[in-house]
């Protein structure tokens, strides 16, 4: 009896590469990846990205203040990390995250796939925060009224 109550705590579900790649891709903000993988501290994102809002929504002071141009922090190691984790050998990330399991995670095309979602998502959103925080700036300095010219 105890033997067995040994082996049901022991056995760990099979993570899969790909559904932990889209996790962070899509919630990497909230650490959804973390706690999919079984890291220890998931929720670390998860507490940044609520302070920043809370912040933001605290302070009523639209886009333009600090906090939530402080998202972009989780939101883009969220889905760096989706890169990292799609590209990752399948035999270096069961060795971490699989080790005692029978299972074995593939590198095909879904890895790939999303792999370019990935980058092209933190393209398309670095680029969008830049453009803002930049835009932020130039309101706070004045450059942008018409009456500075």
């Known amino acids: 009896m105890s ?24 919630l990497g903000a909230l650490g959804a990846h973390g706690w999919y993988l079984g890291r220890r501290y998931w929720y670390v994102p998860l507490v940044f990205s609520g302070l920043a809002i809370l912040g933001g929504i605290v302070l009523q002071q639209g886009l333009d203040s600090l906090f939530p141009n402080l998202l972009i922090l989780p939101v883009s190691a969220g889905i760096l990390e ?12 069961d060795a971490i995250y699989n080790p005692q399991s029978d299972q074995h995670n593939q590198h095909g095309w ?10 092209v998502a933190f393209a398309n959103i670095s680029l969008f925060w830049l453009v803002h925080i930049i835009m932020a700036f130039y ?11």
């Open 3 to 26: 033997h067995q109550t040994l082996s049901l705590e022991q056995t760990k579900p099979f993570r899969h590469k790909v559904t932990a790649a889209w996790l962070s891709l899509v």
């Open 82 to 93: 989706a890169v990292i984790l799609a590209l990752r050998s399948p035999q270096n990330f």
């Open 110 to 119: 879904p890895s790939v796939l999303t792999a370019v979602v990935s980058t």
């Open 139 to 149: 309101r706070y300095m004045g450059w942008l009224d018409l009456s500075v010219y």
